[in-house]
């Protein structure tokens, strides 16, 4: 791979509105990036994998970086807010403490405190950290575009391999994320070299698993839910047994590919052990409270 030291691009804007952005973006078209933290962008550009005409630098649109409650007590994650202070938020380990367990997952420290939660879905390679922690939480996307708002889930929102269903005149503006009923119990667990992880969300009802809902990443072309495995635990009582069934079925859901990382059929077998482990994690935090 060659590098170039200083991506080229023809025009620089630096926003102070969504509406600013929208428009900039109507009018620059495919030719155009929205930059946010850069560490994915800046990389790609550098190496010459994308080369915009125009880079729309979001980081001064204001008020893009919160985090908090809103309304109906969702979590609103905003387009500017990092990974960091994503993991720092009281309201997030209190209410979503899976997203505290999945961002202090990602990167290092200097990375966290650049990259945002937006960013990372905005191009979601399959091992998409966020996403995969997202899916189970069934958060929502909201975007701005020429055409207005609109909110769409997480898992139409990931249209493709590094691609979401996102048109070329929108951004991102925030991710919605509902709260936890009593009874939750969530997991987020990790293999870092191949890059596979999984996350669960568990609902215990009077001993019984009333909801279950399982990710996986960088065993698909993108992230991935896996219904056959959560079908086999809702309504039943988890044990040990039916921990590694669903370990199991949640293998044969998956259908990764084979690099110089890792073959294919490692990666399938990661993905059962890790789905064991998230779900006894998150079954365990049921009792917890
Ligand atoms: C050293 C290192 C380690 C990493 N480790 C991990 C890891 O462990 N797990 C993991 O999942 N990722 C990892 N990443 C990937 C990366 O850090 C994340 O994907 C990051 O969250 C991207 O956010 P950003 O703000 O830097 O995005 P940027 O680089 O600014 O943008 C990324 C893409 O999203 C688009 N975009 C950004 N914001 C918006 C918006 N609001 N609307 C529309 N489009 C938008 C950009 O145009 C660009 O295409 C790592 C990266 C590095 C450099």
New binding site residues.
Partial sequence: MSYTVNPVFEHYYQPKSVEETVALLAQCGKEA????????????MRSGA?A?RHV?N?SRVAG?DEVRVAEEGELAIG??A??AKVARSSAVRKGWPLLHETML????V???N????????????P?????VALLVLEASVL?SGAKGRRRVTMSDFLAGPRR?M?ADS????EVRVPPAPAGAGTAFV?L?AP?V?AAAFLLNSGGGCSEARIAL?GVAQTPIRVPKAEALLRGAKLDAQLIDEAGIAAQGETSPASDLRAGAEYRREMSRVLVARALEAAWNRTKRQ
């Fill in positions: 990036r929205v930059l946010a933290g850069g560490t994915v962008l800046i990389n790609q994308v915009p729309i979001i893009l387009a500017l990092t990974l997952e990602i990167g290092v200097q990375q966290r650049l990259a945002t939660v937006v960013g990372n879905l905005c191009r979601p390679v091992s998409a950290d966020t996403a975007m979401t996102m929108e951004m991102v503006t990790k870092h890059k992880n990443g």
